[in-house]
C-alpha cells in the first residue's frame, strides 16, 4: 500500500462549526505533513509530526489543531475557520530524517468556510 | 533556510515539442530535490528526485531532470509533450531542517499545451 488517504474529500462548513479532517498512511512512514493550498499557489506547510510529536508549526492560528493518534494517522481539527482558511489541504508522508524515498501525497480535502 | 525560485509562471508548447521548466535552489548542504506535478483540484505527483550520484534523473511519463550544482539548478525536460502534460509543476527542496523533515516548494509553473 503505497497511498496516503484524505477523508473527506470535499467540506462545507460554517465559520462557528467544528469539524475534522482525516489522513491515514500504511506505508511506515513516521513523520506526517499537513500542507494549505490556495487556488493558483504552492502548497504551504503547515505542521510536522515526527514520531507521533509535533515537530514543526510553522506559526499556523491555533483554530487549526493537529493532532498524531497513532502512527499511521494524523487529523486536523477545524474550529471558528474564517472564509480565508478556504482551500486544499494536504496531507503527506515520509521517512523521519531521510527525505530520500520522497514525500507522498494524498488528494487532498477541499475545505470551503461559508 | 532553504527556498526555490521557480521564474516561469506560465509557459505555453505545442503538442510535439520539447519543454524544459527552470528550478533553482537554496539549501545549506546537499539538496534532495523533486519535481512534482498537480492536475487541477487534484494532489501532487512525484515525476522524479535527486539527492546523489547521477546528476540526470529520469523520471515517469517520459520526464527528466538534471542538477547543475554550479547553478543551483534541476531544470525538469521533456523531448515531446503530449496534451495531457497541461498541468501545474512544482519544484522542491526536501530536507531535514528545525527538527522536522521539511519540503519546501516553489510558486510552480502553469503549463498550457497546444494542439
Known amino acids: 500500500d503505497t497511498e496516503v488517504t484524505q477523508t473527506p474529500k470535499h467540506l462545507v462548513m460554517g465559520m462557528t462549526n467544528k469539524k475534522s479532517l482525516k489522513c491515514e498512511q500504511h506505508?511506515?512512514?513516521?513523520?506526517m505533513y499537513w500542507y494549505k493550498q490556495k487556488a493558483k499557489k504552492p502548497p504551504e506547510l503547515m505542521f510536522v509530526y515526527s514520531y507521533e510529536k509535533l515537530s514543526i508549526n510553522e506559526s499556523v492560528p491555533s483554530r487549526f489543531s493537529p493532532e498524531c493518534p497513532n502512527s499511521s494517522l494524523l487529523n486536523l481539527h477545524l474550529h471558528a475557520l474564517q472564509p480565508e482558511d478556504s482551500a486544499l489541504y494536504l496531507c503527506a508522508s515520509s521517512h523521519h530524517q531521510d527525505p530520500r524515498g520522497g514525500y507522498t501525497f494524498g488528494s487532498g480535502t477541499r475545505l470551503t468556510v461559508v | 533556510a532553504q527556498s526555490v525560485t521557480q521564474p516561469d509562471i506560465h509557459i505555453t508548447v505545442s503538442e510535439g515539442a520539447s519543454l524544459e521548466l527552470r528550478c533553482n535552489y537554496s539549501?545549506?548542504?546537499?539538496?534532495?530535490l523533486f519535481w512534482y506535478v498537480q492536475s487541477p483540484g487534484q494532489g501532487l505527483q512525484l515525476l522524479l528526485k535527486y539527492f546523489s550520484g547521477d546528476t540526470l534523473v529520469q523520471g515517469i511519463k517520459g520526464f527528466e531532470a538534471e542538477f547543475k550544482r554550479s547553478q543551483s539548478s534541476f531544470n525538469l525536460r521533456k523531448p515531446s509533450v503530449h496534451w495531457s502534460d497541461a498541468a501545474e509543476y512544482f519544484c522542491?527542496?526536501?530536507?531535514?531542517?528545525?527538527?522536522?523533515?521539511?519540503?519546501?516548494f516553489g510558486t510552480g509553473t502553469q503549463l498550457k499545451v497546444e494542439l
Open positions: 522542491a527542496v526536501g530536507g531535514f531542517t528545525g527538527g522536522g523533515n521539511k519540503l519546501t
Open positions: 506505508m511506515g512512514h513516521r513523520a
Open positions: 539549501y545549506g548542504a546537499t539538496p534532495y
